[in-house]
């Protein structure tokens, strides 16, 4: 039995001829590289996972980017809460705003109410947390709660979507 090595990664084997109508001899390549642990497993898992499902995970993304941005803007300029605070209150006055300029539905006002509600709290969270840091206790579980009714109803109306979408075709 001959056995060679290459200075490549991999080691190459040959096995002797054997008796019959073979000519070829029978090269046998093994990898010199460890296989995958179990950990690098669960990681490549989780991460193929999260990519086939990232436009559902896009609230929770987008409050983790909000997060890091107080966090950021709190070290820098905490001042800026002043600005925002002020900013917060757009989203309800755009809502009392539309209900005078048109009718709508019941639905449509009720939609709209809780849009205006949860943007004006985004808005407060924002600038409380700016003012006082977001990794303040009360101001973490706020973004916590925030996070969770955002990523819920952004799953249930997602999921709205694509059943009406299956009704009509």
Not at 63 to 83: Q, Y
Not at 97 to 116: C, D, F, T, Y
Request: glycine share 4%; charged share 15%.
């Amino acid at each position: 039995m001959s056995r060679r090595t290459r200075p490549s990664a991999a080691s190459t084997i040959h096995i002797p001829r054997q008796r019959g109508g073979r000519r070829e001899p029978v090269i046998l390549v093994v990898s010199s590289e460890p296989s995958p642990t179990l950990t690098s497993r669960a990681a490549l898992a989780v991460g193929r996972w999260a990519w086939k499902h990232r436009l559902s995970w896009a609230p929770t993304a987008i409050a983790t980017v909000l997060l890091v941005v107080t966090g950021v803007v709190h070290l820098i300029e905490p001042r800026t809460a002043w600005f925002l605070a002020a900013l917060a209150l757009a989203p309800a006055g755009v809502w009392a705003w539309s209900m005078l300029r048109r009718p709508a539905s019941r639905q449509a006002v009720i939609w709209r109410a809780v849009l205006a509600a949860f943007t004006t709290a985004v808005g407060a969270w924002f600038a409380l947390a700016v003012w006082f840091a977001p990794t303040r206790p009360a101001l973490f579980t706020a973004w916590t709660v925030l996070t969770l009714a955002a990523q819920v109803a952004w799953l249930v109306a997602r999921r709205m979507t694509l059943v009406s979408e299956k009704e009509s075709a």
